[in-house]
């Protein structure tokens, strides 16, 4: 199963990432530089224009975790007129 369940608690302090217990750590200890910052598979922290699956060491600013979708296709080795199948 790779669904990945997210809710936001309606309280002060309220921990975003509670219910995805690899990622409540990191709100709760975010100045914690030991722990390697790594986004569940098939997601991604997403931070201006580059992605990571684990932030850089003592990496700063801001992210968001967020899925990629590729806006291409493949096309196949040998010529032909099929195109590839959208990725």
């Known amino acids: 199963n790779n669904n990945v369940n997210?809710?936001?608690y309606?309280?002060?302090?309220?921990?975003?990432?509670?219910?995805?217990?690899n990622l409540r750590r990191y709100w709760q200890e975010p100045e914690?530089?030991?722990?390697?910052?790594?986004?569940?598979?098939g997601i991604y922290w997403i931070c201006?224009?580059?992605?990571?699956s684990e932030l850089p060491h003592r990496w700063k600013g801001s992210?968001?975790?967020?899925?990629?979708?590729?806006s291409f296709f493949t096309l196949?080795?040998?010529g032909s007129d099929l195109l590839g199948a959208p990725l």
């Open 63 to 70: 992210c968001t975790l967020g899925m990629i979708r590729p």
């Open 32 to 41: 914690n530089l030991k722990m390697a910052w790594k986004a569940p598979n």
């Open 76 to 78: 196949p080795k040998s």
């Open 48 to 52: 201006g224009k580059k992605a990571y």
């Open 6 to 8: 997210l809710c936001w």
């Open 10 to 21: 309606e309280a002060a302090g309220a921990n975003p990432f509670q219910s995805i217990k």
